[in-house]
C-alpha cells in the first residue's frame, strides 16, 4: 500500500470534499483516520464486522481489546444500546456532544468484533465538527479506536498518524490539533453504582452530581474487558519513561546522577518535561532538551501526548516526566503517564 492521502479540512470548500471521501471510503468497509477533540481516531463501520477487524489488523491490537463506538445523535446512541436508562439520558444530557464515554448492554446489531466478545458496548456522542459530519452522512456509528499502532502514545495531529499508520491506511483527514489531547473518560452505567473505567478530563465530581453514585477505584485489565486503556501498559513512546519528582537544582541533579549510573540512556538522548520544577544550572547541561508545560492540567492534557511524540522523533532515549499533582483534576494525566512507563 502507498502511504496515506492527507485531506486538510481548513476550508468550507476542503471540509465538504473531505466529508465526502471519508463516507465514500467507510461506506466501502475501508478505514479512515478521523480527527476528534480527544485524540485521532481510526474509523470504520461499527455495524461491519469485517471492516472493524481491519482496525485490529491495522494497529496489530489485541482482538480482547473493545473499542468505543462513535455516535452523531441521540437515536443512534440508543441504536447500539439494548437498554438506554435514565441515567444513560441524564450523563447524555450533562455531556454530550463531548470526552465521555457510555457503557451499556450493547444492541444486537454491535458485532463481537467491537465488544471483544463482551455484553456491553462504549458509546461516545464526539464533539469534533469533522466527526460528527461524517457520521451523520453515513448514517451508521463509527467504531474508531486510537490512530496508531497497538500500545504507542495516541495521536493528536494528523502527522502523527501518518508517522503511525501512514504505510497501513490509504486516507487521514487533517482536522487540525485535538483540543482535549487525551482520550476520553469511561463511565459503565451497566452496573451499580456506576464505575469509572477510565480516568479523562470530565472528573469524578462532575461525573457524582449526575450519578449520585459513583465507583471510582482503580480498574485493571482482568477478565472480559469493558473498556480500552485498561491494560497495564499502554500510550507509551519508543523511549524509556520514567516519571519523577523533585525538589530543587540539587535534587534534580542528584536524582539524574542515580540514572546515570544505573540507566543506559545517554546523558544527551535524555529529555525532560517538567511543569513547575523547572531544572536550571549544570544538572540539564548537556541533555537533550527540557521542555515546560503550564501547570494547568487542561493545558498539560493537550500538550502531553505532542511533547512524547515530539521526543521520539528526536531520538530520546529517556524521557523524564515530572510527577504530577495526585488530585482529581490531574488524575487522567496520571494514569496516562504511569501506563506509558510501566514496564
Same mark, same amino acid.
Given at each position: 500500500m502507498q502511504r496515506a492521502e492527507i485531506l486538510s479540512t481548513h476550508t468550507t470548500t476542503l471540509f465538504d470534499s473531505a466529508v465526502r471521501r471519508a463516507v465514500e471510503a467507510l461506506r466501502r468497509g475501508e478505514l479512515v483516520a478521523l480527527p476528534t477533540e480527544t485524540v485521532y481516531g481510526l474509523a470504520a463501520n461499527a455495524l461491519d464486522a469485517a471492516a472493524v477487524?481491519?482496525?485490529?489488523?491495522?494497529?496489530?491490537?489485541?482482538?480482547?481489546? @473493545?473499542?468505543?463506538? =462513535?455516535?452523531? *445523535?441521540?437515536?443512534?446512541a440508543r441504536r447500539c444500546a439494548a437498554d438506554w436508562p435514565d441515567t444513560a439520558a441524564r450523563l447524555a444530557a450533562a455531556f454530550w456532544?463531548?470526552? #465521555?464515554?457510555?457503557?451499556? @448492554?450493547?444492541?444486537?446489531?454491535?458485532?463481537?468484533t467491537v465488544t471483544a466478545g463482551g455484553p456491553t458496548v462504549g458509546i461516545r456522542w464526539p464533539s469534533h465538527p469533522f466527526m460528527q459530519a461524517v457520521i451523520r452522512a453515513c448514517g451508521f456509528p463509527v467504531a474508531a479506536p486510537?490512530?496508531?499502532?497497538?500500545?504507542?502514545?495516541?495521536?493528536?495531529?494528523?502527522? =502523527?498518524?501518518? =508517522?503511525?499508520?501512514?504505510?497501513?491506511?490509504?486516507?487521514?483527514?487533517?482536522? $487540525?490539533?485535538?483540543?482535549?489531547?487525551?482520550?476520553?473518560?469511561?463511565?459503565?452505567?451497566?452496573v451499580a453504582p456506576p464505575r469509572l473505567l477510565? @480516568?479523562?478530563?470530565? =472528573?469524578?465530581e462532575s461525573l457524582l452530581a449526575v450519578t449520585g453514585s459513583l465507583d471510582a477505584g482503580s480498574s485493571a485489565a482482568s477478565g472480559t474487558l469493558r473498556s480500552p486503556g485498561l491494560?497495564?501498559?499502554? !500510550?507509551?513512546?519508543?523511549?524509556? #519513561?520514567?516519571? #519523577?519528582?523533585?525538589?530543587?537544582?540539587?535534587?534534580?541533579?542528584?536524582?539524574?546522577a542515580e540514572l546515570r549510573s544505573n540507566c543506559e540512556a545517554a546523558l544527551n538522548g535524555t529529555f525532560v518535561i517538567t511543569h513547575t520544577q523547572i531544572p536550571l544550572g549544570p544538572a540539564v547541561t548537556g541533555l537533550g532538551n527540557v521542555s515546560v508545560i503550564p501547570h494547568d492540567?487542561?493545558?498539560?492534557?493537550?500538550?502531553? !501526548?505532542?511533547?512524547?511524540?515530539?521526543?521520539?522523533?528526536? $531520538?530520546?532515549?529517556?524521557?523524564?516526566?515530572?510527577?504530577? @499533582?495526585?488530585?482529581?483534576?490531574?488524575?487522567?494525566?496520571? *494514569?496516562? #503517564?504511569?501506563?506509558?512507563?510501566?514496564?
Open positions: 477487524q481491519r482496525i485490529f489488523d491495522a494497529k496489530g491490537r489485541s482482538a480482547h481489546n @473493545p473499542i468505543i463506538v =462513535h455516535v452523531s *445523535d441521540l437515536v443512534m456532544p463531548g470526552p #465521555l464515554t457510555i457503557v451499556l @448492554p450493547r444492541s444486537a446489531e454491535i458485532p463481537d486510537s490512530a496508531n499502532r497497538s500500545n504507542e502514545i495516541s495521536p493528536t495531529s494528523a502527522e =502523527h498518524v501518518a =508517522h503511525s499508520l501512514g504505510e497501513r491506511i490509504s486516507l487521514i483527514i487533517d482536522g $487540525g490539533q485535538s483540543q482535549v489531547g487525551i482520550e476520553s473518560t469511561v463511565l459503565d452505567i451497566s477510565r @480516568p479523562g478530563m470530565i =472528573h469524578d491494560l497495564r501498559k499502554h !500510550y507509551a513512546p519508543k523511549a524509556r #519513561l520514567m516519571v #519523577l519528582s523533585w525538589r530543587d537544582d540539587r535534587d534534580f541533579s542528584t536524582k539524574l492540567a487542561e493545558a498539560f492534557a493537550r500538550a502531553l !501526548y505532542s511533547e512524547l511524540h515530539r521526543c521520539d522523533e528526536a $531520538g530520546a532515549e529517556l524521557i523524564i516526566v515530572e510527577a504530577v @499533582p495526585r488530585t482529581t483534576e490531574w488524575r487522567a494525566i496520571e *494514569d496516562r #503517564l504511569q501506563r506509558a512507563a510501566a514496564k
